[in-house]
């Protein structure tokens, strides 16, 4: 399973900003994906995450800013990022947990990250 983000970038305090995960593989299906972000002086820390059922769910300095979403036939979880402020800058990692259809054994895979840079 490979996971590859888009998105990123620098945007002033205030500014929005899409994130774009698409999943590619084959022989499984997504249970969950989400976004993590870390910087240098955090741990990575769960940003918002969204079941296969639809079900969201979000750190708490993200709500009503953030809306997580998720297209299942494209295997793809977008984060749209409103009203960004100087401390949501760090790299943000899409993750995935997955279920092999054969066996059915769980997963969880990572993307290479991708920089949101907030400053004006």
């Known amino acids: 399973v490979q996971l590859v983000e888009s998105g990123g970038g620098l945007v002033q305090p205030g500014g929005s900003l899409r994130l774009s995960c698409v999943s590619s593989g084959i022989g499984f299906m997504i249970a969950k994906m989400g976004w993590y972000r870390q910087t240098p002086e955090k741990q990575r820390e769960l940003v918002a995450d969204i079941t296969r059922g639809g079900i969201t769910n979000y750190v708490d300095s993200v709500k009503g800013r953030f809306t997580i979403s998720s297209d299942n036939a494209k295997n793809t979880v977008y984060l749209q990022m409103n009203s960004l402020k100087p401390e949501d800058a760090a790299v943000y990692y899409c993750?995935?947990?997955?279920?092999?259809?054969?066996?059915?054994?769980?997963?969880?895979?990572w993307g290479q990250g991708t920089q949101v840079t907030v400053s004006s």
């Open positions: 993750n995935a947990v997955v279920v092999r259809i054969i066996g059915g054994s769980i997963s969880n895979y």
